[in-house]
């Protein structure tokens, strides 16, 4: 294999890597680049004998790459078996990758549907904490004010305090 052929290798795996990435952020547009890839792989690239097959090849290590992340170890398997088969001539002709690829898809929407479900539920949680002690907190203000007015009103409490030395003795109450 030749320097060009290793860099194109590298190049599809690093590709698949930052594409991988991008799903994981939750941007649904890096399964465009797959499933192109895939449909050509599988409708064209499949036919055309020599150079369709190092292309081809490039494109396989590619989509296994970027669907090597999507779900269990039994979708994995079931992608590295389809890699493998890529390579039987007769089987070949069959739409392996692009299934695949469009399985990837439908389990990333899944997952993101399922993520915004808990997601939705959370910020749910957090508005109901947040209500729970804003209530909280004016229910105590309401019985810290309810104290206050009972002292106040409180006929006992207020000669008690008019009958209090220090109180007398204070510059204000000369004024009063």
């Given at each position: 294999m030749s320097m060009a052929g290793l860099s194109w290798i590298k190049e599809a795996a690093r590709?698949?890597?930052?594409?991988?990435?991008?799903?994981k952020e939750g941007d649904m547009s890096a399964?465009?680049?797959p499933l192109v890839a895939a449909i050509s792989k599988d409708g064209i690239l499949d036919f055309i004998p020599i150079f369709g097959g190092v292309i081809g090849f490039c494109i396989t290590?590619?989509?296994f790459v970027f669907m090597w992340g999507r779900g269990k170890w039994k979708v994995r398997l079931i992608m590295f078996f389809f890699s493998l088969i890529e390579t039987v001539p007769f089987i070949s002709i069959l739409p392996l990758q692009t299934t695949a690829v469009l399985y990837g898809y439908h389990l990333a929407k899944k997952a993101a549907k399922e993520a915004g479900?808990?997601?939705?539920?959370l910020e749910q949680a957090k508005a109901s904490l947040r209500?729970?002690?804003?209530m909280a907190f004016q229910q105590q203000q309401m019985q810290k004010q309810d104290v206050a007015e009972e002292i106040?009103?409180?006929?006992e409490y207020q000669q008690q305090a008019a009958n209090d030395n220090r109180?007398?003795?204070?510059?204000?109450?000369k004024f009063i």
């Open positions: 590709l698949a890597l930052a594409d991988r990435k991008r799903v399964f465009i680049l290590l590619y989509l479900i808990e997601l939705t539920l209500r729970a002690e804003q106040a009103n409180d006929t109180y007398q003795s204070t510059p204000m109450r």
